[in-house]
T-cell receptor, first 114, second 113 residues
Framework: SQTIHQWPATLVQPVGSPLSLECTVE??????LYWYRQAAGRGLQLLFY??????ISSEVPQNLSASRPQDRQFILSSKKLLLSDSGFYLC?????????????FGEGSRLTVL | KNQVEQSPQSLIILEGKNCTLQ??????????LRWYKQDTGRGPVSLTI?????NTKSNGRYTATLDADTKQSSLHITASQLSDSASYIC????????????FGAGTQVVVTP
């Protein structure tokens, strides 16, 4: 069966520090991968999506970046965090070439920037 | 403007009672509509997925309906349990926008004993 792991679960970082959130998927090949951010009382906001290794599409200009160094690994990064980067970050995957397929989410990472 | 609007924002119901959540959307062209359940501090979990031709789908005590003509969907929870306390999110997929799901803000449901 397929599983998705996301870590760390919680993170408290000072403004200006770097960030790295990691997501891995097991039990499938060539998945579509997503990073979302969820603000309180708001819908999920798509940050990045990837259809393959090294292929990243950004939806929202910001100081975050994403990378996909391996087929089932998706990393969200920042060189210098801002206060506004605080939020709940979710990684998700779906079967490749399946826009209408089910989206599976990780457990989320709660980031607090102080 | 958000293309997926959910109502109410929150509701409190007594254990054992039924409730219905609403989702109105303007996403076009429409591909499918999904309902997710999100426990506090956890990732969303899919409850149902409905395409244009489906107007009802059940998953245990959860029943979703879809009216593609009026662009409305509802999620009905029967005989609520304490474990139903969560945020319920309506998600609509556009037929021409790969990867671009439109998320509602969610309805926060609290089931009390």
């Amino acid at each position: 069966s397929q599983t998705i792991h996301q870590w760390p679960a919680t993170l408290v970082q000072p403004v200006g520090s770097p960030l790295s959130l990691e997501c891995t998927v097991e039990g499938t090949s060539n998945p579509n991968l997503y990073w979302y951010r969820q603000a309180a009382g708001r819908g999920l906001q798509l940050l990045f999506y990837s259809v393959g290794i090294g292929q990243i599409s950004s939806e929202v200009p910001q100081n975050l970046s994403a990378s996909r160094p391996q087929d089932r690994q998706f990393i969200l990064s920042s060189k210098k965090l801002l206060l506004s980067d605080s939020g709940f970050y979710l990684c998700a995957w779906e079967e490749g070439q399946a826009n209408t397929g089910e989206l599976f989410f990780g457990e989320g990472s709660r980031l607090t920037v102080l | 403007k958000n293309q997926v609007e959910q109502s109410p924002q929150s509701l409190i119901i007594l254990e054992g009672k039924n409730c219905t959540l609403q989702c109105n959307y303007t996403v076009s062209p429409f591909s499918n509509l999904r309902w997710y359940k999100q426990d506090t501090g956890r990732g969303p979990v899919s409850l149902t997925i409905m395409t244009f031709s489906e107007n009802t789908k059940s998953n245990g005590r959860y029943t979703a309906t879809l009216d593609a003509d009026t662009k409305q969907s509802s999620l009905h929870i029967t005989a609520s349990q304490l474990s139903d306390s969560a945020s319920y999110i309506c998600v609509v997929s556009a037929g021409d926008s790969w990867g671009k799901l439109q998320f509602g803000a969610g309805t926060q449901v609290v089931v009390t004993p």
